[in-house]
């Protein structure tokens, strides 16, 4: 399945003269547009680490006030979407902006390389907080305790045993992130900048440069799998499952002191800044909106959301699971390939993906073209790699030998699974099944191209107003969204209320 | 409390029919957002019973998926931005009702039987009021190009009415003259934006002191505040960055619903929807006898007699505009 898109990318860009070729691939736009890509994820890389894995590293390991509430906090800029970030960052300095309707103030508006990376940074920056976070909570506190009492320094503990571990979650973090900024465009065209992704939609969206487009596709793909490979050789052969025996014990707390408030300062400046602008600024919007609001469709867009969103997350979820296992337990190039390819899915870009499923399902099974079931099953393609992510560290850090011994006490192998693995995995997958839900829920080119015609959801809605420029009629729909993802990050912590 | 009843009677009934006939219902592919459109079928629905499935999205994006789909398309009409886009695809359509295009004003009236004008709208130049007085503004749309406007204008390359503007520039004035203006305007330093509202925000914002957008943007954002500081004008009569174009519809060749298509776009067509066009939307109506919008005063009030001489029809060469923008590398 993860082939179809790649197939229907080469049998476009192959149309392309040579001639022609030279001319369009071979310009310096190109060049252009691919060193901004790198030079885009590699900010985005260093910007949102600098803010998660701090937050990360305080909400689990020291005493800072109010975990739960920071955790929830750090979890929610990822329900909103890229470009209502964007907009919000530069509105908030503009004419409109309510720094300017309240003090008459106007900041110089974030653009370009700067603005990009902020924006994306603002809003992906939760995937490596509750990968790493994840990570942490996982870890078993033993081993930096006997790096301690070899002699190491609390820091030089840390720095040799705890951080090497938390590299794989980084380095999946890290991959999500970067596949996500390669393939976003919304938030980057209206920073005004130029990548791969936004030449593509410029492209594809013309629909007259397909090959050109379908060319640069490939180039975008071409990184993704550079990206992916680099990300593979450098996470293989690890082994980070506890060999102890006995029950582990929680992780010490470190005492901030008068650390304590600098530590609040920050994860305050984060939420303030991350939340508190696009919140601002919806609000702003909303205490504008027009009293026309037509509020009796919003029950229905929040249903529509929903019947898309479950059914892709628990779908996700179904492929995640057993390709993050076989991939762990299991490992040789076949099942490290077949994990491969569910970030190969997430790494198409959104377009070419959706006309790809549009270009299948019409010539394979036309019966189903323009069906929820389409929709559901491209999305999920789409997004399994978010799920598998969490799993994945999960499962290396349970380890095969709490699953063998069961087998020793003479359990099948499914059985020995589904009681022992299955429940010490349930809270990653749980995990996996909300990252899911909250991205497809404010997906856009997939649902527009895919979804059955006169079907709406809250993302389509929000779209659709603000790229009219309708952005007080946006700020409903958009505030929905917040409040809804909101909703099911509070969900998913629930379920482990004895962490903080 | 009658009107309820009417109206409980008349979903009632809607439904039934529905139930009797699945024929009634339409599949439209809208490159119109849905705040703009949505309501023009709601109406319609009322109206006649028949059910509108709109499907939104870009118009090229849509234009793709409707050449994707080919002879298995579902829609049963498609509503363009920008009617480049409906003669780019005019295969793909059946012959839209004769009798519509003869109603329509001339300047916006098709001479191509396979689609039809729903409303009109014009290029503009919004300016800043704080920071450009009325005698610096430009006579021509090339006066942007000098250096008294570097640094300080605003376009969207990437925006399908801007493309329309410079297929018209080719057309009318040579691929020569055209790659020049584009080229003026990237080494004037002028700032690219994703589409049309974010210039006139960004004018509104400081960040420039013009931009060359649609007329009815600036529309929306004085319904919303009347201080807004930003004016828009025309430049001198004829100037080709006065356009007058067209956003229009098809009916696909392959639907089974030609029938109700023909009467959805007889619907738009109808005083009702075009007064609405015209005063919730700020476009130009396409029929005669509509209350024009109050905020076009002045030139922007009779477009016409503004407007340079450049048949619809030609605006259809998107293609070879488009690779002249990815030449000059700005798409």
Redesign the interface.
Known sequence: MMFIPLVYLVVRAGATERTELAA?VL???TL?VTLNTLALVGSVLVLATAIALPLALLVTRTDIPAKRAITILATLPLAIPGYVMAYAL??L????GPLNAFFGL?LA?PEGLFGAALALSLYTFPYVFLNVREALLGLDPALEETARSLGRSPRAAFLSVTLPHLRPALLSAWLVVALYTLGDYGAI??M?YDVLSS?IF?????????N?AAWLALMLLAIAAAFLVLEGALNRQRRLARTGTGTRRNPPVLLLGRWRWLAVGFAGLVHLVSLGVPALVIAFWLS?A?ADVDWTKVPATVLGTLSVALPAAALAVAIAVPVALVATRWPSRLTYGIERMTYFGYAVPA?PFA?AT??FT?AVV?VF??TLAVLIIALALHTAALAVGPVRVRLLQIGPRVEESARSFGYSAPAAFRHVTLPALSRSVLAGAIFVFIVVAKELPIT??L????F?TMA??VF??T????L??AAPYAALMIAFSAVSVALMLRSERNHP | MRKTIFAGALSIATIISGFAAKAQEL???SGR????AGPVFRIFEEQTGIK???????T??L???L????A?S??DVFLAQDAGALI?NRTLFADAPKVLSETALPEFRSNDPKWLATSGRARTLVYSKERVKADQLPKSVFDLTKPEWKGKVGYSP?NASFQAFLTALRVQEGEEKAKAFVKGLVDNGA????????I???V????IDAGLVNSY?LT??VA??AK??VAQTFFDKGDIGNLLFVSGAGIVETSKNKENAAKLLEFFLSPAVQQHFASAVGEYPVIKGVIPNPTLTGSLASPKDYAPNVPLEKLGD??AT??LL?EL?L?
């Open positions: 369009i310009r310096p736009f252009e530069i509105g300095s503009g004419y409109y106007r508006r065209a209206l005004r030449a410029s492209q594809y969206a013309n629909a007259f440069e397909v050109y504008r027009p377009l006309l549009v270009f019409l036309p073209y323009q527009l191209l979804a059955p015609s006169g709406t389509m809605n659709s107003r790229h009219e420029g309708m007080y009629e | 599949t439209v592919y957002g849905e705040s703009f509108v499935k709109a499907r939104y999205g870009s090229a994006e234009s793709a998926l050449k994707e789909e080919g298995k579902p829609a780019e990437k700032k690219t934006y994703a589409n049309n509202v974010a006139v925000q960004a509104a914002d400081g960040e943007y929306r954002f919303r505040d807004v500081p998107v293609s488009k690779k990815t590398g798409l």
